[in-house]
């Protein structure tokens, strides 16, 4: 077969969507988040919203996501995205607006911005990075940090009579009247990469509706943090983080889904 054969249009499997600028990731090797990056990406392009769409970063591994986000972007002070997104959405109700936000500023510093805006139904999407540690800053524990799972903070694991449990912040929301279409799920094979792809697209479709808010949950490893490889890190967290959190819809159109 000829190399013009190969290239032509017929014959094209993927194509690297436009969205992403051309800088090198810096995530390290195994990350979800590149993952979901693109996703995210490829989800406004084969949309056609991306002239239309304001993303909104806050602190933590999540905040280098405007680097390489070839898209609208803002900085949000530590967990405020969701106010951020807040006021852009009330001031450009057309616009489609996304947080993209990890588990410690999500659900730590950010946990009273996220449940009264879920609670609102503020018509955006929040996208949320769940690897239950504080990736960025040295791997200490977060609020999502499970029970005897070790850390910087708690070498010997999480004890539950001291620091308490998790929270499961999406659960949380769902039971929250203003929230429209709440879910979970992960980009550790290719067949949940598809699945949590069709999870973004729908929580951006849903903007049309203005109906409330639509959060998407990844649950994700972080294998420097976990000092794992990343192979060891994805089997640990299928093992632990999934048993936990477990995959799927929660609420959809409204309505918590009965299973």
Request: net charge neutral; glycine share 8%.
């Amino acid at each position: 077969m000829d190399v013009k054969d190969i290239i032509k249009p017929e014959n094209l499997v993927y194509e690297r969507t436009k969205n992403l600028t051309d800088k090198a990731l810096s995530y390290c090797p195994g990350c979800g988040h590149g993952v979901v990056h693109r996703l995210t990406m490829e989800v406004l392009e084969e949309l056609q919203i991306t002239q239309d769409t304001i993303g909104v970063a806050s602190v933590g591994c999540s905040v280098l996501a405007y680097e390489f986000m070839n898209i609208d972007m803002t900085q949000a002070p530590h967990g405020r995205a969701t106010a951020a997104a807040t006021g852009i959405k009330r001031c450009w109700p057309d616009k489609y607006v996304f947080t993209y936000q990890g588990d410690g500023d999500l659900a730590a510093i950010g946990t009273a911005e996220t449940i009264h805006s879920c609670n609102r139904g503020e018509n955006f999407t929040v996208i949320f990075i769940n690897n239950g540690i504080y990736g960025m800053t040295g791997g200490q524990m977060a609020p999502t940090t499970l029970p005897g799972m070790k850390s910087s903070t708690t070498p010997y694991g999480r004890e539950v009579e001291l620091m308490g449990n998790p929270i499961k912040m999406t659960e949380l929301v769902a039971q929250l009247p203003g929230t429209y279409y709440v879910t979970r799920q992960s980009v550790h094979t290719p067949a949940n990469v598809r699945k949590a792809k069709k999870a973004i697209r729908i929580a951006f479709e849903n903007q049309k509706l203005n109906k409330g808010l639509s959060f998407v949950e990844i649950v994700s490893n972080c294998n420097s943090g976990w000092k794992m490889t990343p192979v060891d890190s994805n089997i640990w967290m299928e093992e632990n983080m999934f048993p936990f959190y477990p995959l799927g819809d929660i609420k959809v159109n409204g309505e918590l889904v009965t299973k």
